[in-house]
């Protein structure tokens, strides 16, 4: 079974612009959650999507946005870079459902750095 | 809400030399817990989990972790550390009915020839 697919790995935005990075989950996942890593930082949470609907959310700027497709694919979009959003940006999926279901997956990671 | 703690920012062991990696979590009942691995430059990979039954764990790459709810932790332990092992640890913890695990901050494993 293939694990989760991010894309694109690696990318370089100017400062003002915005930036979309994609994630593929686990097939018969149905969650999808997205961290921030950075050095400072440790690894934040963003936002969880299940069955095409946020359900949870960390605490980040509404410059922060994402969605989740019918076929559980997630998407996540930053605008008007900063600076400081340069970071490993970390996609996981779930089966979401109990117990074990609750177990997270995490894809290799999408490197912004923003000049 | 759960909290957990790696009160060790980095360990450095010499290769061949056992290992154990501290993970204290705050939690009212009996947490999820979990082990995860981050080489440089990649994702986290899980190592072990624990949902319930046997307090010691076993995973993948010859690691094992024990809970014990007497001291609220849940560290993580391999009888020899090979140089591959150098990398990120993080231990984190999940509520019955939440979905998020919390993380901690984690644990540079660096390992000495």
């Known amino acids: 079974k293939a694990g989760v697919t991010q894309t694109p790995r690696y990318l370089i935005k100017t400062r003002g612009q915005q930036v979309t990075l994609s994630c593929s989950p686990i097939?018969?996942?149905?969650?999808v959650s997205w961290y921030q890593q950075t050095p400072g930082q440790g690894l934040q949470f963003l936002f969880e999507?299940?069955?095409?609907?946020?359900?949870n959310k960390g605490n980040f700027p509404g410059r922060f946005s994402g969605r989740q497709f019918s076929n559980s694919r997630s998407e996540m979009n930053v605008s008007t870079l900063e600076l400081g959003d340069s970071a490993l940006y970390l996609c996981a999926s779930s089966p979401s459902g109990t117990g074990e279901g609750n177990t997270i997956y995490f894809g290799e990671g999408s490197w912004l750095t923003v000049v | 809400a759960q909290s957990v703690t790696q009160p060790d920012i980095h360990i450095t062991v010499s290769e061949g030399a056992s290992l154990e990696l501290r993970c204290n979590y705050s939690?009212?009942?009996?947490?999820?817990l979990f082990w995860y691995v981050q080489s440089p430059g990649q994702g986290l990979q899980l190592l072990l989990k624990?949902?319930?039954?046997?307090?010691l764990v076993q995973g993948i790459k010859g690691f094992e972790a024990e809970f014990k709810r007497s001291q609220s932790s849940f560290n993580l332990r391999k009888p020899s550390v090979h140089w591959s092992d150098a990398a990120e640890y993080f231990c984190?913890?999940?509520?019955?009915?939440?979905?998020?695990?919390?993380f901690g901050r984690g644990t540079s494993l660096i390992v000495h020839p």
């Open positions: 939690y009212g009942a009996t947490p999820y």
């Open positions: 097939s018969g996942h149905r969650s």
């Open positions: 999507y299940f069955s095409e609907t946020q359900r």
């Open positions: 984190a913890v999940g509520a019955r009915g939440s979905y998020i695990p919390t």
């Open positions: 624990y949902f319930s039954g046997d307090t």
